[in-house]
């Protein structure tokens, strides 16, 4: 008995790339993969943020949303043309990154980092303009920044409800 022809299989994507793109599988999960990246993400950075000096918080935040910026567009990339998919929905470092940036200068307090994963994934799913033309940016690109787009927009939703006492610490 002669064994089945090999299956020619594309090309993989680096484990590195996978599990940063995947936020280290988060984006398998179901239903709704998107929302346990931002739930992995709020819990992860409010636990490494109460460790973080009061003055440092906002600029570690900052960074911490570039640096997984940085580091995910080109995992994003690597990951999407292995699957040979536009903006495969278990790639999750955007939301990641956008869900980071909803937080910056949020004090740390679980109506605010409950008000900031609402407010993002709103937006994120939303999109309103002009994030929905961000997607059109080149691979990696286009999927990590449109979700840089809606953490901005609920970073400014959420300043202001701050601002007006309408959400309080």
């Given at each position: 008995m002669n064994p089945p022809p090999a299956v020619a299989l594309g090309p993989t994507a680096p484990l590195w790339a996978t599990l940063v793109a995947t936020f280290f599988g988060t984006g398998r999960l179901k239903p709704g993969s998107g929302t346990w990246a931002s739930i992995a993400t709020v819990l992860?950075?409010?636990l490494a943020s109460s460790r973080?000096?009061?003055?440092?918080?906002?600029?570690a935040t900052m960074i911490a949303a570039a640096l997984v910026t940085i580091i995910g567009i080109p995992a994003a990339t690597l990951v999407a043309r292995a699957s040979a998919l536009k903006d495969p929905q278990f790639v999750v470092i955007d939301e990641v990154a956008g869900q980071l940036v909803a937080l910056?200068?949020?004090?740390l307090a679980w109506k605010t980092f409950l008000a900031g994963l609402i407010l993002f994934r709103v937006f994120d799913i939303w999109k309103p303009f002009p994030i929905r033309r961000?997607?059109?940016?080149?691979e990696g690109t286009g999927i990590v920044v449109d979700d840089l787009g809606a953490g901005l927009y609920a970073?400014?939703?959420?300043?202001?409800?701050?601002?007006?006492g309408l959400l309080t610490k």
């Open positions: 992860v950075w409010a973080i000096p009061a003055a440092n918080r906002t600029w910056i200068a949020a004090p961000l997607e059109r940016l080149p970073l400014a939703v959420m300043h202001l409800l701050l601002h007006f």
